[in-house]
């Protein structure tokens, strides 16, 4: 009875492992990336994110803004040049529609040309109250649909309607002044509506440049005096109302308005009252920050889940609790905080679950290693774990069995390790393990949990019971075991073992990590020592003379004396065959007329990030999972191209177990067996796809100084198109910056790059540089050619083309030759003029002698 108990306990913990908390669940499919002033952030303390039309990042702080490009910083404040802003407490950024930045600081409004990187000045009458606004503490600017520009300045409120050319065309204001700044404004679709002190209201446009404000609805009522709304988000027909006492949720059509609580040991709710800022993800998850942590809400159970800065979640956490902030681009989540600048928060490739199965009580959060995984026809999941017995989970009902070994009962599991796992035909499961043999367990009686066992005592021709690979063979009736010893065949008929020699090999192996039988009836045996390829139907005749082949040196380069070490073997569902080497890559069998095999070999220079193969699956859309000792490898054989996972990707572990991988066609699931549990994967669901890797020119520096886009002098206008670069000779040492916006993924990029007419070969950059440099480049007309990688290694075919124009020096230049020709010329020409009219001066003075 206890034991009963005792394995219930341990079950009931496995249960509880496949379901982590809320907010575990959320947060830990993203990886964590700190922008700090380490970086070139200018400053910190983030006020404002935002992305402008051309795909790059702006940041507000209290030290000037800075413009990111995934690599580094351009940073402009009080004193910079040629642009000077304001004043350096720069609160907000908006674009309008005319690619002109709005920056607002405590020293009022800059607006920064994003064609030309200039200051802009609108012509505004000196009399106009709009002259106090642009230099008055600016809190709040924010478009709407209609591309008109909200501010609040002070206590004020206004509204600037621009005309087709970008000048403004009328401006409104409210007729009476706010007891404290507008923070919130936010277009609904059919109104706009602002947080004006304790109550939301919608804001119209009226003659005589007024502003009406009208409570937008009678149900939605003030929560107190000192209420003071800092930020709002449309949801449907929700609207979200972030405040100093707390978040509500207005709903329109219902005229109801919910308030949501703060606790942070409460779970379901939020982690602070102050709310600083509301967003939505592409996919409708609502992210609310706080001046102590980040919320999600779960909108299933109408509830939130938070993470704030500790020390015991292994990096997966904020830099700092204090949000101010926030910026969502599809399912990037930026955060500007107040000491630890921007918190860069994107999904992981892989979305996974770990099952740790732990085993005890007080064990529910120790991993515990995992040898083997296999499935039944009922989608029963079998795991076998190291040191810690066999399992079966069960999905559907959410249930699980524990099998242990029993020194008294000899009906239990040999052994407490199991190496593998096989499900026959006849629905039997064989678990063999290291060192104590082989277990059958018929599943075709339910509950079943009386095993059999085959070990080296009880039957003697089992010569090796150190098991690591297994598969069935319906030709002759049995079950293949590969071991140390070599391989032996269990006949199903006879009930008998039999070890089946190799006379070219002494049969002793390392291991013997793979067996598998292909459509064309051949046996292929993976070793330590070569690879055995065995026609089934000639040892169905006999069973010591039969007919088989033997590959012991590379399988690409049989004249080598490179001995191949086979760890496992695949035959897709187009029948071709695949091997998994042990250092030496993945093999693909191309070609096998007449006896006759060609392989070939695929490396991390075609893409794998290792060239050790541990365990290979296919999926149900033909694609090829591979386990390596450097993450793990999918493979779409379409295109050949490989795409690898490592931890940053969403990969929880990386150390897998031989063939300990299985994909289940039921649940479209990839699971692998690690020494930290077992990994689910769904073999579908990479969340961001291959980015765009089109380069953009982000920077250019002569001599070390940045000149673009400080300012224009050199460079065309739209220089985002790379239109050209214009220097002179001593000009010449200049370093170009590159950039393909992916803010996500930029440590990966690689660029290559060329100089055509200056240089033939292309030069390639290490991942995360972004630079182009070049040191005393002749005069000329070049074109500066660049492409990059996406963030999988995979060059993309367009390449952006750059003019590069460099003027040498006037006495070098043509003109200056052809002009030192024309010189020279008419310098012999008038010497020529001058002899000749001497020369007929004397004739004619002689003459006048002779005379």
Not at 495 to 523: C, G, M
Request: glycine share 8%; aromatic share 12%.
């Amino acid at each position: 009875m206890k034991q009963r108990i005792f394995l219930f306990l341990i079950c009931l913990i496995h249960v509880l492992a496949l379901f982590p908390k809320s907010a575990d669940r959320f947060f830990s499919q993203y990886n964590f990336k700190f922008i700090t002033e380490n970086a070139g952030l200018p400053y910190s303390f983030v006020s404002d994110i935002f992305k402008d039309s051309g795909g790059y990042v702006w940041v507000a702080t209290h030290y000037g803004i800075g413009r990111y490009d995934g690599y580094q910083f351009l940073n402009y404040g009080t004193q910079t040049e040629p642009i000077r802003l304001k004043n350096d407490f720069v609160h907000k950024i908006c674009e309008d529609n005319f690619r002109r930045l709005w920056i607002a600081s405590e020293g009022g409004i800059d607006i920064l040309d994003l064609d030309t990187y200039a200051l802009v000045k609108l012509p505004v009458p000196p009399d106009s109250p709009l002259q106090k606004l642009l230099n008055e503490n600016v809190s709040t600017i924010y478009k709407d649909r209609q591309g008109d520009l909200w501010i609040s300045g002070n206590k004020e409120l206004w509204c600037i309607d621009l005309d087709d050319q970008g000048d403004i065309k009328t401006w409104y204001r409210l007729k009476s002044e706010c007891e404290s700044p507008v923070h919130a404004i936010l277009d609904i679709g059919w109104t706009v509506c602002a947080g004006i002190d304790n109550q939301v209201y919608r804001v119209e446009k009226q003659p005589d440049h007024l502003l009406k404000a009208d409570i937008l609805s009678d149900s939605l009522v003030s929560f107190s005096e000192d209420w003071r709304i800092s930020c709002m988000q449309a949801d449907g027909d929700a609207l979200w109302i972030g405040s100093n006492r707390g978040l509500f949720r207005y709903n329109h059509a219902e005229r109801s308005l919910k308030r949501y609580r703060y606790s942070t040991h409460r779970p379901g709710m939020l982690s602070q009252a102050y709310i600083t800022d509301i967003k939505q993800t592409e996919r409708g998850y609502l992210i609310v920050s706080t001046l102590n942590g980040l919320n999600v809400y779960n909108k299933d159970t109408d509830t939130f889940s938070f993470i704030r800065q500790t020390s015991d979640r292994g990096g997966v956490t904020i830099n700092c609790n204090a949000i101010n902030c926030l910026f969502t681009d599809g399912e990037t989540i930026w955060l500007g905080t107040e000491t630890g600048g921007i918190n860069l928060l994107s999904p992981k490739r892989l979305q996974t679950e770990l099952w740790t199965c732990g085993t005890s009580v007080t064990e529910t959060d120790t991993p515990t290693p995992v040898n083997a995984v296999g499935e039944d026809k009922d989608g029963n999941l079998w795991i076998g774990l190291v040191e810690r017995g066999l399992m079966k989970w069960n999905q559907e009902e959410k249930t699980c069995a524990h099998h242990l070994f029993s020194p008294n009962d000899i009906t239990s599991i040999s052994n407490n390790t199991i190496t593998g796992l096989l499900i026959d035909s006849d629905n039997r499961l064989w678990a063999y393990t290291w060192g104590v043999g082989i277990n059958e367990l018929n599943l075709n009686i339910p509950n079943n949990r009386t095993f059999k066992r085959y070990t080296r005592e009880n039957i003697p021709e089992l010569e090796g019971d150190f098991i690591n690979s297994a598969c069935e063979d319906v030709i002759n009736h049995g079950i293949w075991f590969g071991s140390t010893r070599g391989v032996h065949f269990y006949d199903k008929r006879k009930n008998t073992f039999i070890r089946v020699l190799f006379d070219q090999s002494d049969n002793e192996f390392e291991a013997v990590h793979a067996l598998l039988i292909d459509r064309n009836k051949r046996l292929w045996v993976g070793t330590t020592q070569g690879v055995f390829i065995v026609d089934l139907a000639s040892f169905a005749k006999s069973n010591k003379r039969f007919d088989y082949k033997y590959l012991r040196y590379k399988l690409d380069n049989p004249q080598s004396t490179q001995l191949e070490k086979i760890n496992s073997i695949l035959e897709d569902k187009n029948g071709t065959i695949w091997l998994g080497g042990n250092g030496s890559g993945l093999y693909q069998l191309t070609s096998d007329k007449n006896n006759h095999f060609v392989f070939k070999n695929y490396t991390t220079r075609h893409g794998l990030p290792n060239n050790t193969i541990i365990g290979m699956a296919e999926d149900g859309k033909g694609n090829l999972w591979l386990t390596t000792n450097d993450g793990v490898s999918r493979l779409n054989i379409q295109s050949m191209t490989f795409s690898n996972y490592t931890q940053a990707d969403g990969l929880p572990a990386t150390q897998f177990y031989w063939n300990g991988i299985h994909y289940s066609s039921k649940y479209d699931f990839i699971y692998m067996a690690t020494i930290d549990g077992l990994v689910i994967i769904h073999s579908d669901n990479e969340t961001s796809p291959s980015a765009d890797s089109h380069v953009k020119l982000s920077s250019l520096a002569i001599g070390g100084n940045i000149i673009y886009p400080s300012s224009g002098d050199y460079l065309q206008k739209d220089i985002t198109l790379a239109s050209g670069i214009f220097l002179h000779e001593r000009e010449n040492r200049f370093s170009v910056g590159f950039t393909t916006q992916n803010y996500v993924n930029s440590s990966r990029i690689r660029f290559a790059y060329r100089l055509e007419g200056y240089e033939e070969e292309w030069n390639e950059t290490q991942p995360g540089d972004c630079m182009a440099r070049y040191v005393a480049v002749p005069p000329g007309n070049y074109t500066l050619q660049v492409r990059a990688t996406d963030e999988l290694g995979r060059w993309s075919d367009e390449i952006t083309d750059i003019e590069v124009g460099i003027t040498p020096y006037f006495y070098k230049s043509i003109g200056f030759y052809l002009l030192l020709v024309v010189v020279i010329c008419l310098a012999i020409y008038l010497f020529y003029k001058r002899k000749m009219r001497s020369y007929r001066e004397q004739k004619a003075r002689l003459e006048k002698e002779v005379e």
